[in-house]
């Protein structure tokens, strides 16, 4: 397994030079760049801008895991899913460009106080990942379904959605949240999804309300080589925290 951060929270006011700077003096080995986050990294860079960008984690050794964006398609409106979509395969485009593998998007919720069945919108959730998938298949980049959302987190719909999707180049982000568990076990969710998982999110390590020992010995078990990454709130002394996070992430994984 690999180590990196999500620059949601810890790193969304540094630029790309002091992220890049702070994965060095930590020993982070990959980065997913949130969208809307200070280092900038947009659809609306140049050609030139990607090169520069890809270049400069190239350089630093520091590999771009993925491109963390808040693209969902659970909307009531079709032009809204359109805009979604659209804005998706962007941003595959653009990940192709910088040299990362995948897109992290997400579903955000469910439409019954509308009137529509729960299963109509993980249909459309899953159709619309589908259609994201198989351009950016064309261009070598993963769209990463993270487990997230009011209701649309509990695994089973994870899986209805996956199954919707129904391509190879539709993949899961795990999430490590509270609905992941069940009766104090998550060995019953990861079954249920792990052969679509293809990006882990972590979160406080260092706590016990979550059974990391559990999932890091099930991932372990399935041979799971990619990225685990932390997803972490800012701290004063990121540089300390992120090494003591990624000492006990060494712990895990031994």
Not at 41 to 62: H, S, Y
Not at 215 to 225: I, N, Q
Request: net charge negative; hydrophobic share 35%; charged share 25%.
């Amino acid at each position: 397994m690999k180590f990196g951060i999500v620059t949601y929270q810890i790193a969304q006011d540094w630029d790309m030079p002091t992220l890049i700077d702070m994965c060095q003096k930590t020993g982070l080995q990959g980065v997913e760049l949130r969208t809307t986050h200070a280092h900038k990294v947009e659809a609306d860079l140049t050609p030139e801008q990607r090169r520069e960008v890809k270049k400069q984690f190239e350089d630093a050794g520091i590999e771009i895991v993925g491109l963390g964006t808040i693209f969902e398609y659970h909307a009531v409106e079709p032009e809204v899913v359109r805009q979604n979509i659209d804005g998706t395969i962007e941003y595959a485009q653009l990940a192709a460009d910088i040299g990362c593998g995948g897109v992290k998007v997400r579903p955000n919720g469910l439409q019954v106080d509308k009137g529509i069945p729960v299963e109509k919108t993980l249909e459309q959730i899953g159709l619309s990942v589908r259609e994201c998938a198989e351009p950016a298949s064309d261009l070598g980049v993963q769209i990463r379904v993270e487990v997230h959302g009011p209701e649309t987190s509990d695994p089973k719909h994870m899986r209805s959605i996956m199954d919707y999707a129904d391509h190879a180049n539709a993949s899961l982000c795990w999430n490590s949240s509270g609905g992941d568990i069940v009766d104090g076990s998550v060995k019953e969710s990861f079954e249920l999804l792990k052969d679509k998982l293809t990006l882990i999110h972590l979160h406080e390590i260092y706590s016990s309300e979550y059974p990391y020992q559990e999932l890091f010995s099930l991932l372990k078990a399935a041979d799971y080589d990619g990225y685990t990454l932390a997803e972490i709130a800012p701290s004063p002394e990121p540089e300390r925290l992120l090494s003591y996070y990624k000492a006990l992430w060494e712990g895990y994984t031994a």
